[in-house]
């Protein structure tokens, strides 16, 4: 499985980005995906997890702000982020669970700055 990210960049505070992870294959049966993000200086942190079902787990501070969606049929998951504040900005990485494996993208730079 490779998962490919993009739509980082640079972003004025209360900004929005749109982040994609795209899948080499189907998503359909992917146990999870979501996004991690890891601050200068910081350890990786969940962002946001939405399982097969559909269930969703947000890191409290972007709750609100940040949407995870599911494309099913163009294999991508997308992280709608909204309302950016200087402490979202980070690498942010795809990942995915995927028969009892991980799988990680290699990480798109979101800096939110004036």
């Known amino acids: 499985v490779q998962l490919q990210a993009s739509g980082g960049g640079l972003v004025q505070p209360g900004g929005s980005l749109r982040l994609s992870c795209a899948a080499s294959e189907s998503i359909f049966s992917f146990n999870v995906m979501g996004w991690y993000r890891q601050g200068p200086g910081k350890q990786r942190e969940l962002v946001v997890r939405?399982?097969?079902?559909?269930?969703?787990v947000y890191k409290d501070s972007v709750t609100g702000r940040f949407t995870i969606s599911r494309d099913n049929v163009k294999n991508t998951v997308y992280l709608q982020m909204n309302s950016l504040k200087p402490e979202d900005t980070a690498v942010y990485y795809c990942?995915?669970?995927?028969?009892?494996?991980?799988?990680w993208g290699q990480g798109t730079l979101v800096t939110v700055s004036s």
């Open positions: 939405v399982s097969r079902g559909g269930s969703t």
């Open positions: 990942y995915a669970e995927v028969k009892g494996s991980d799988y």
